[in-house]
């Protein structure tokens, strides 16, 4: 009888852990109770570990839905990033950058540099560093950009598409300046920009100095101008100097 009494006794346990949508502690609370016993655990250990690792499971749930609304490349690591090669690079600025003490006060980050210093690396190591502090991240090329809101601007459904990139508090935007930028793609850019502004924080990487940005959105000073003034209203400039580190292993060949 006692049997059959623990048995409805744990099965109502799990229709309301159910529920309560509390599936770690659904999953695991027969071998925590089993342990507890063992161990001779206090009740309010038993709770503690059946939260923990409900919390657990939920943190990790929520980590993976944030990467995959993030849609980062395969990821990359600020330790695997290496400092000693480029010839100069602010190393204590991006440190602090990983903090992203930025994203809460609404800051930017513009990387400048030729192609190859690892500017895409640290944007992708820094959005993959947020995502696991629990911020919400949306990561794209610049061209995808574009193309994604010029076809959204074709079918109607533009003001949908532009909130994708609006409303994460972190934009992560790769690779400005290596394609041309027509007057639409000009616009619609602007428009992230200026709707994110003092809203949201953004992070760009570019190979073109901010003294060449009007050759990027043909020859339109005025948006390149209006552009960099709200990146850098709240938000600094990280110069990285060197050359490409795809060609050190050919350089080093060639020497042999």
């Known amino acids: 009888m006692a049997d059959k009494k ?25 071998e925590l109770l089993d342990d507890a016993a063992r161990k001779e655990c206090s009740p309010l250990d038993l709770l503690s570990a059946l939260v923990g ?43 602090r ?26 944007l992708n ?22 193309n994604d809101l010029t076809a959204a601007q074709a079918d109607g459904s533009l003001g949908r598409v532009l909130r994708g990139f609006i409303k994460p508090p972190l934009l992560l935007l790769d690779e400005l300046g290596y394609l041309p930028v027509d ?11 200026s709707a994110r502004y003092e ?8 190979n073109r100095p901010f003294k060449e940005w009007g ?15 709200r990146l850098m209203h709240h938000g600094e400039v990280i110069v990285i100097k060197g050359r490409s580190y795809r060609m050190k292993d050919k350089d080093t060949d060639s020497e042999g």
Request: charged share 30%; aromatic share 8%; proline share 3%.
């Open 53 to 95: 690792e409900e919390a657990a499971y939920r943190e990790e749930r929520a980590t993976l839905s944030r990467l995959k609304r993030a849609k980062l490349p395969p990821e990359k690591t600020l330790e695997a990033y290496d400092f000693s090669f480029p010839q100069r690079i602010p190393k204590q600025k991006i440190l």
């Open 199 to 206: 809203n949201g924080s953004m992070v760009v990487t570019t």
């Open 125 to 146: 190591a820094l959005g993959h560093t947020a995502v696991y502090k629990g911020i919400r991240v949306r990561y794209t090329r610049v061209v995808d950009m574009l």
């Open 215 to 229: 050759a990027i959105f043909d020859a339109d000073n005025m948006v390149a101008t209006a552009m960099i003034d």
């Open 6 to 30: 623990d048995q409805h006794l744990h099965d109502k346990l799990e229709r309301d852990l159910e529920y309560l949508k509390l599936v770690k502690i659904r999953e695991v609370y027969r």
């Open 97 to 122: 950058l990983f903090d992203c003490d930025f994203v809460q006060q609404k800051g930017c980050a513009v990387f400048v540099g030729p192609t190859g210093v690892g500017k895409s690396h640290l």
């Open 183 to 193: 007057k639409r793609g000009s616009d619609l850019l602007f428009q992230v920009i």
